[in-house]
């Protein structure tokens, strides 16, 4: 084996393409062919979108493994530890898996230069592929037409949001990055949109495939029920269930997709059934660090990965749907290809004091820079800078008194970086 430990296998991949992202299918669908010639062993579902990828992954496998299926699950980037990307059943998979994945990998692509993503996606399919496994929901990391994901089938498509973000990669308007996100679909295979108004460019695609596409508003959707317990119902053409209870993630945005969860679960094949009760069993038995990750203490410390626009208005109503007693203190570092100006604009009524930081990522936006794109003079926030996450958190405690909030987003590396604080401790 080349590397006997999995950051070893890491550091190397991290240096072994010329670059750390390229997209395209070409090179990673050849090593997986030299790897597996043979279809793909499992009943797949594929979710692309700009955000709610992970809540929708979470929530399906949650339902999916309540109802007695073999499931595993494929999700980027992590917050603390390689392996969080790859689960099986719930469970994490070792690192030893990994590392004989990459091994086989490594022994497979011959000549082929791949990317650290198109690594780690390779040892999850090949992981999945040994598993015996009954369905596999896979995230797209970047798009979905190139990504390395797409080169397996899915039998079912999800798409959970579009808006701008990632735009030097995948375009400047919402109609090309929609037509990226579509590149999912696949011929006469059902898909859904848990939005309610699909970009043209989409709905051109699905037509072109013959793909059943149901839209959110339109095929399906829910209502929520007035009251304390949360409870909610969903809908469709078909059939409608009562009574389900809300999702266990925080966030205004869940129902939204939680509902099409369920178009999804619908859709599925015959040999993944579903009973009822597993629907409101799954929905219960949901974890997912850093989407709105409430820590209650005197000092209430709210985790969030929003790091675009549209993320970070889901974030903004949150907060105004839990107000504290106290401010609302922001721990925030964004990486350098994001529209900071955009992300602040939107939280900045919601935030008394900024306590801005440089992240330790070669991405990462430094904090002078960082400073200059958070235009706060017309607004009466503090501001206050630190040289990384951590001198940021230490200095927000020290402001924070009885009462107060804490804030930390703009990017999975800012979450990490203070998960990682309090995992230490």
């Known amino acids: 084996m080349r590397f006997q430990n999995l950051q070893g296998w890491l550091d190397w991949q991290a240096q072994l393409h010329p670059s750390s992202i390229e997209l395209g299918l070409d090179r990673v669908a050849a090593v997986w062919q030299q790897l597996y010639p043979h279809p793909f062993p499992a009943t797949v579902v594929t979710v692309a979108g700009t955000n709610g990828k992970g809540s929708c992954v979470a929530m399906l496998d949650a339902i ?45 692509r011959g000549d082929t230069s791949l990317t650290y993503f198109e690594f780690g996606t390779l040892a999850a399919l090949d992981i999945f592929t040994r598993s015996k496994l009954d369905i596999v929901i896979l995230e797209v990391g ?20 579009i808006a701008l973000d990632h735009t030097d990669w995948l375009g400047d308007d919402l109609e090309q990055i929609a037509l990226e996100k579509a590149g999912i679909l696949r011929a006469n295979k059902p898909a859904v949109f848990a939005e ?19 839209v959110a508003g339109r095929d399906f959707g829910f209502n929520a029920v007035v009251g304390k317990t949360g409870e909610w119902s ?30 999804v679960i619908m859709l599925l094949p015959d040999i993944i059934d579903v009973a009822p009760e597993a629907i409101p069993q799954g929905l219960q ?20 990965v929003a790091h675009n626009p549209a993320a970070a208005q889901v974030l903004a109503d949150s907060l105004q749907k839990s107000p504290c007693q106290g ?22 009524p919601y935030i008394d004091i900024w306590f801005l930081a440089a992240l330790t990522s070669e991405r990462g936006l430094p904090v002078r820079e960082l400073q200059r794109q958070v235009d706060l003079s ?28 804490v804030l930390v987003f703009g990017s999975f590396f800012t979450v990490a970086d203070v998960l990682q604080r309090l995992s230490a401790k």
């Open 196 to 214: 309610t108004n699909p970009q043209h460019s989409l709905l051109q695609r699905a037509a072109a495939l013959n793909v059943p596409l149901a």
């Open 142 to 161: 970047l798009g979905g037409r190139l990504d390395a994901v797409n080169i397996i089938d899915p039998d079912v498509a999800l798409i959970t949001s």
């Open 64 to 108: 999916l493994r309540a109802a007695g299926h073999r499931v595993g699950s494929y999700t980027s980037p992590h917050l603390l530890h390689y392996s969080e990307r790859i689960h099986i059943n719930g469970e994490t998979v070792s690192d030893d898996a990994i590392c004989q994945a990459f091994e086989r990998i490594d022994q497979a």
């Open 378 to 405: 017309d607004l009466p926030a503090q501001t206050h800078t630190a040289p990384s996450v951590e001198r940021a958190y230490e200095m927000v405690l020290d402001y924070a008194t009885e009462g107060d909030r």
């Open 327 to 348: 401010r609302t203190l922001a721990l925030f570092a964004m990486l350098s290809d994001k529209d900071v100006a955009a992300v602040v604009q939107v939280l900045a």
């Open 234 to 263: 969903w809908h469709s053409a078909a059939q409608s269930i009562e009574g389900l209870p809300p999702p266990a993630l925080a966030g205004s945005c869940q129902l939204q997709n939680a509902a099409a969860v369920l178009q």
């Open 285 to 304: 038995h949901i974890e997912l660090a850093g989407r709105f990750q409430v820590i209650p203490g005197p000092v209430e410390l709210i985790l969030d």
